[in-house]
């Protein structure tokens, strides 16, 4: 079993829609989840990062991180075609190093 | 830009040639990792300094070697690579007990 699973998508929404990404895991010693955004040809960039379960809410996107369940989600709300992207999300125990464990991405697309 | 430059962008090299790719990052930051990104797989955690001490080797080939001279610049060496190596390498950088990672652009090569 893979440490985090994403499903790839690829997604396609229109512009407006709310958008629901997801994870599951099954380390249960991870403690930081976070999200990345990777635009084609450029490298992750950090979205938000959450510490151990609870939302955290930033404009238009909601990290939701619930531990039980081993479960976490990226909401975003009002999406623009900006948002066209592959989301990445990754998580870390706390006392390693900055090894982010990622899961492999969600394509995608917010059409006009 | 996020402070983390790697170069060059692109790469395409022969089976039998030795290049190198660089990484410096601006940040201040005292640890720095090279990550491997193959076409629908996660993101794979190649090698981890922490103040100019490699912390992990996960079990990467001895045809990629890391160099870290400074706690500012990474290398990554390559030689007599195989087609399979094909993907884009992604340099980041950390505090080495901070949460957030930041990623340059990353170097796309291609092995012929």
């Known amino acids: 079993q893979k440490e985090v699973e994403q499903d790839p998508g690829p997604l396609s929404v229109p512009e407006g829609a709310i958008v629901s990404l997801n994870c599951t895991y099954s380390?249960?010693?991870?403690?930081?989840f976070m999200w990345y955004r990777q635009y084609s040809r450029k490298g992750p960039e950090l979205l938000m990062y959450?510490?151990?379960?609870g939302n955290k809410e930033d404009g238009r996107f909601t990290a939701q991180v619930d531990k039980s369940s081993k479960y976490i989600s990226l909401f975003i709300r009002d999406s623009q075609p900006s948002d066209s992207a592959t989301y990445l999300c990754?998580?870390?125990?706390?006392?390693?190093?900055?090894?982010?464990?990622f899961g492999r991405g969600t394509q995608l697309t917010v059409w006009p | 830009e996020t402070g983390v430059t790697q170069t060059p962008r692109h790469l395409v090299m022969g089976m039998t040639n030795k290049k190198s790719l660089k990484c410096e990052q601006h940040?201040?930051?005292?640890?720095m990792y090279w990550y491997k990104q193959s076409a629908k797989k996660p993101l794979e955690l190649m090698f981890v300094?922490?103040?100019?001490?490699?912390?992990e080797n996960n079990s990467v080939p001895s045809r990629f070697s890391p160099e870290c001279p400074n706690s500012s610049h990474l290398f990554l060496h390559l030689h007599t690579l195989q087609p399979e190596d094909s993907a884009l390498y992604l340099c980041?950088?950390?505090?080495?007990?901070?949460?957030?990672?930041?990623f340059g652009q990353g170097t796309r090569l291609t092995v012929v």
């Open positions: 300094y922490s103040l100019e001490e490699r912390v």
């Open positions: 940040l201040g930051h005292n640890a």
């Open positions: 980041a950088s950390s505090q080495e007990e901070g949460i957030r990672t930041f």
């Open positions: 380390n249960s010693a991870f403690q930081y």
């Open positions: 959450t510490y151990s379960s």
């Open positions: 990754a998580m870390r125990r706390g006392s390693t190093l900055g090894r982010l464990y």
